[in-house]
């Protein structure tokens, strides 16, 4: 792989557009707002044919982030179109994260929303994290049910808004560590910043719930809990705390790009090495 990563960029109603052009006003409510979504998977590449992992999945829920941010969001036969058209021009092999991205357009000049997909060659540090990270928890600041019924909070949407993610994992690497786990203030795990947490005890993997904890409904979760079966496990949903992941067989971070990460170090506490369960969970996610 070379030291520079690939990317291409299709701009919905321009085609491909170089990686350093400007796409969007000085007033598009994305960058003055935070206000727009984006959703991301993973493409492989081999002898120039791209395999999307589960796209429909991810148009589907993009959709969804853009109905409750109020984005006139394009058709999904629009987004397939930007992502074979990116997938074309892509000049690099192995792996890439393809991202889908909307904004809210301008807030005063006459312009409607943008959508565009970037192609990005994925690095060196993602593959090294696959073999295992170390974690950090961080208080999210919130109760494990503050997402009930009060969806204008954005819980478990995936919006473009992700400043405090990125503090969260700047804090984490000042503590020496890969990544955070947020932690609500009643003591429960609650999802890392881009990622959904999973423990295994025996044959049962625990990962956090959606709704009330305004954790993102995971697509790599979702794969898991509907092939676990036919390994013999069964995945539940349900609330846990740090101490539950330390004591846990296993723990895991999982999402559709960088995949399956196993926590080896939690804070200051080793976590036992599971390879039969790395190995389990890579297979249910699709990896």
């Known amino acids: 792989m070379s030291n520079t990563l690939q990317q291409v960029a299709v701009l919905l109603g321009r085609g491909v557009v170089p990686t350093a052009t400007p796409v969007v006003g000085v007033d598009d409510l994305g960058l003055t707002?935070?206000?727009g979504c984006?959703?991301?998977t993973r493409v492989r590449f081999a002898a120039g044919v791209a395999d999307i992992d589960v796209l429909e999945l991810h148009i589907a829920r993009l959709h969804r982030s853009a109905a409750a941010l109020g984005i006139p969001c394009p058709e999904p036969a629009a987004w397939h179109d930007l992502t074979q058209e990116a997938c074309r021009v892509y000049a690099g092999d192995g792996e890439a994260m393809l991202k889908l991205v909307l904004t809210g357009g301008g807030e005063t000049l006459p312009a409607g929303p943008v959508a565009y997909v970037t192609l990005t060659e994925i690095g060196e540090e993602t593959f090294r994290q696959r073999e295992g990270i170390t974690v950090a928890t961080l208080s999210r600041g919130v109760a494990s049910d503050a997402y009930a019924d009060a969806p204008w909070l954005l819980?478990?949407?995936k919006t473009i808004a992700y400043a405090t993610k990125l503090a969260a994992k700047e804090e984490a690497?000042?503590?020496g560590a890969d990544d955070a786990l947020f932690v609500s203030t009643d003591g429960f795990a609650l999802e890392a910043p881009t990622s959904a947490i999973v423990v295994r005890h025996g044959r049962e993997l625990a990962t956090t719930p959606t709704g009330a904890t305004g954790v993102l409904a995971s697509i790599t979760i979702d794969r898991i809990?509907?092939?676990a079966p036919q390994e013999g496990y069964t995945l539940t949903h349900r609330l846990f705390t740090p101490a539950d992941?330390?004591?846990a067989d296993g723990a895991w971070f999982v999402s559709s790009v960088r995949g399956v990460a196993p926590i080896r170090r939690?804070?200051?506490v080793d976590l036992p090495t599971d390879t039969t369960g790395d190995d389990v969970v890579r297979r249910l996610a699709g990896f």
Do not use: K
Request: aromatic share 4%.
């Open 33 to 35: 707002r935070g206000h």
């Open 38 to 40: 984006f959703d991301a």
């Open 155 to 157: 819980g478990g949407v």
């Open 173 to 175: 690497h000042r503590r």
């Open 225 to 227: 809990a509907e092939a």
């Open 245 to 247: 992941v330390r004591a």
């Open 266 to 268: 939690l804070d200051d």
